[in-house]
């Protein structure tokens, strides 16, 4: 190769080694690697499981939290109990709500984590009890 060549000739000329070769590629698998798992947005198999795991718990808990509100706001004296719940300290409030029972499920024995929590914090948030509307079943044929 002489310097007197243009560079596209060099260029066109140059044959790199095996050993280069295999340091580039090497350097780039990492690169590729390292670019997907910290900007890519991958994940290993048990990141994903943990992750599965949380929402499944997320959801769990929220599904039991709509239930509560619905089973809290149907009971007789709903009005009292809320303004009870508001006056109670938030870090008691999920004892208030478990201790009524609202957050428990039929055929379950204990309540679910975090759904009387959830329970609580939506309840509070009403301005008032929605109105219930119980309709008449008819019993005519």
């Known amino acids: ?10 260029w066109q000329n140059y044959r790199p080694s095996k ?3 295999f340091w580039s590629l090497a350097g780039i698998s990492v690169l590729t690697m390292i670019l997907g798992f910290t900007v890519g ?6 990141g994903a499981a943990v992750m599965a795991e949380l929402a499944a718990r997320e ?14 706001v149907s009971t007789e004296g709903a009005a009292e109990q809320l303004a009870a719940l508001k006056e ?7 004892t208030f709500i478990e201790d009524g029972g609202w957050a428990m499920l039929a055929g379950m024995e204990d309540t679910i984590p975090g759904a009387a929590e959830l329970c609580a914090k939506e ?3 009403m301005e008032s ?11 005519d044929g």
């Open 1 to 10: 190769m002489s310097e007197t060549e243009p560079l596209s000739q060099r």
């Open 19 to 21: 050993t280069l070769w």
């Open 41 to 46: 947005g991958w994940t290993t198999g048990g």
């Open 59 to 72: 959801a769990r808990s929220t599904l039991a939290a709509s239930l509560c509100v619905q089973n809290f």
């Open 88 to 94: 109670a300290s938030t870090w008691e409030r999920d």
């Open 123 to 125: 309840l509070v948030a």
């Open 129 to 139: 009890l929605p109105e219930q509307n119980i309709e008449a079943v008819s019993t």
